[in-house]
């Protein structure tokens, strides 16, 4: 299946969107199913979800940082495994920023069958968290 792609456009210089949407700290501010994130090192976190009801955490691992333009991170456990890039490019005179998100999944064991759920759940959350990040970043946090 092709990754899950959505753009938008926040009225905020690059950097600022950047180092504000790939810090794995401010996660739970604008992703509404983040229940929280701990910073493990330079380049792993984990994060915990609400999924269905329950709480799911995973770590993640950063596999490329390259500020302010493009920014990724993968799971590293579980049955299903995120993958997300944060891409963004300056609109005009640089004061506005247009975001791509790409999400996609890697399923193992189980993961499998529960792949197409997840992708429809995200799917249908994912819009809901890059208006959070629009109106926050937009609003001056």
């Known amino acids: 299946m092709a990754p899950l792609v959505s753009t938008i456009e926040i009225a905020r ?34 994060t915990t979800r ?9 770590t993640q691992q950063i596999t490329h940082n390259d500020p302010p333009h493009r920014w990724g991170a993968r799971g590293t456990d579980g049955p299903i495994r995120p ?11 640089g004061t506005r920023s247009r975001v791509t998100f790409t999400l996609d999944f ?4 189980l993961g499998v069958a529960l792949v197409p759920l ?15 990040l629009k109106q926050l970043l937009e609003n001056g946090r």
């Open 106 to 109: 890697a399923a193992h064991g």
């Open 50 to 58: 609400r999924i269905r009801g329950a709480e799911r955490t995973m």
């Open 118 to 132: 997840v992708r429809r759940q995200a799917r249908q959350a994912a819009p809901t968290s890059y208006q959070n």
């Open 13 to 46: 210089p690059p950097d600022e969107v950047f180092a504000y949407a790939t810090d794995p700290s401010r996660f739970a501010e604008w992703q509404h199913d983040v229940v929280r994130v701990r910073l493990l090192d330079g380049s792993r976190f984990t």
């Open 83 to 93: 993958h997300a890039t944060v891409s963004v490019e300056p609109i005009g005179d």
